[in-house]
Structures are given as C-alpha cells and as structure tokens.
C-alpha cells in the first residue's frame, strides 16, 4: 500500500495499480489501499473500476466518507450531477471535515444552478481548510458576480497573497474596483495582470469599463472594440461601446 501510493505521487501510475492490487490480493478488505486504487481510477477516468472499489468499502465498513467521495467524483466525470450531489452529501454526513467533500459539492450546486448553496459549501471549505487557492479564486469570482463587491475584495486579497500573479483575480478585482469608483486602483491591477498575460480577451474587456468610468471614451472604444474581434458574443463590450458613443 505504501509503495502503491508512493508510486502514484510519482505518476508511475501502472506501477502504483499493480502494488495497491498486490495489497488488496493480500488482504482483500484492506480500506486504504481500495481507497487508493480507486482515487487512481478516478484520476485515470476509469469510472467504473472507481465504483467498483468504493463499492466494495462500503461493503466492508458503511459510510466510510472517502468512499463517497470517489462515488461522487466518478459521477461528476459522467456528467451526473444529481447523483455526485448525493454522494457528496452522504460524505460530508460521515465526515462534516471533509473539506475536499465541501468543495467539490459547491462545484456541483453551481454546475446545477444553486448558486448560494454554491457560494455557501465554498466559504465552508475555507472555514476548514482557509489557505486552499482554488475555492479563494472561486469565491471570488462567485462572490463578484452576485455583486457582493465587499467579499470578492475580502477574498481576492486572500487569493494574491497565495497567488499574487493569478490573472483572473487581479481581473475580477480590478473589476470590482472600477464598479465602486477605485480606478488607479483598477488599472494597476489590471496592467499587472497584462505584464502577465497580455493577450488575456477579459482583460480588454475590464479596462474598457475602467475608461468609460474615468470618462476617456475614444480609449473605452478602442479597448472594446479589440476585446469584441475575440468575444463577439459578449454583452459588457456592447455596453461599453453603447454608452461611450
């Protein structure tokens, strides 16, 4: 079980399904190594060996959390939501602390549409486990399209102090600070993000409604209109366009 693990921290993945197996052949109702033959599984989008071996956990010992977990991820690779939602919940009833188990439920809850359950299960997440970059971005993001300018500030500063060239933070708060009037702030953060990925589309985007908000207009334009040549379908650069003409 060691050495299966270790190799598949490694990515020597046939090596790490050989001994996991080898272990279980040894003692069939070995949990652990299961568990890591199944997250394997998972990680190599073989669903169905996956359930198999989170099945046969729960056969062995009931509402043993990580295997709900590999149920719900093998479910998520299928694109079955509802069912992912449930084994996500039957794994945070084992384990209320399974933080891995409240982040991929907030993923699913907005997948189908339950965007403050959603936001609810993400700052939960960081309740327990406060420093884990992917549920601060997502919040962020989250928190900012709700409008809720206050938390994506709150929570993008948390995700640069882990991430400080993260793109789609330094966007989403320069965004924020040119909805509530902060626009050095704004534009310092969005040409940091343009140092690091100058041909980032949303970028133009953002620094468009930071021009028409400081009332440069022939700049909003320009901007927008090279965001539009690769977002046509985007109705913020419309709306720049509309109101600084």
């Known amino acids: 079980n060691i050495l299966g ?62 295997a709900h977990m590999l149920l719900g991820l093998a479910a998520v ?23 891995e188990a409240q982040y991929q439920l907030g993923l699913v809850q907005k997948t189908l549409g339950e965007s403050k359950d959603a936001l609810e299960s993400l700052e939960r997440t960081l309740r327990l486990q406060p420093q884990y970059l992917p549920a601060l971005v997502n919040v962020t993001l989250w928190t900012f399209e709700a409008r809720d300018f206050q938390k994506a500030l709150e929570y993008g500063r948390k995700a640069l102090v882990h991430d400080p060239n993260n793109v789609m933070v330094l966007n989403v708060l320069s965004a924020v600070y040119a909805q509530t009037g902060q626009y050095n702030e704004a534009l310092a953060h969005i040409e940091k993000a343009r140092q690091i990925q100058p041909d980032a589309p949303n970028l133009d985007i953002t620094l468009g409604v930071i021009y028409l908000g400081q009332r440069e207009f022939d700049k909003a334009i320009e901007t927008a209109e090279k965001a539009q040549a690769s977002q046509p379908d985007n109705p913020v650069i419309y709306d720049t366009l509309g109101r600084a003409y």
């Open 5 to 66: 693990r270790a190799y598949a921290g490694v990515q020597n993945i046939e090596q790490a399904i050989n001994y996991l197996q080898k272990a279980i052949d040894m003692s069939p109702e070995f949990i652990s190594a299961r568990l890591g033959l199944g997250d394997i599984y998972v990680k190599t989008q073989q669903y169905d060996q996956a359930e198999v071996e989170a099945n046969k956990v729960l056969e062995i010992q009931k509402d043993v959390a990580e």
């Open 77 to 99: 690779g299928r694109e079955e939501f509802e069912a992912a939602k449930r084994e996500f919940e039957h794994a945070l009833k084992a384990n209320s602390e399974l933080w």
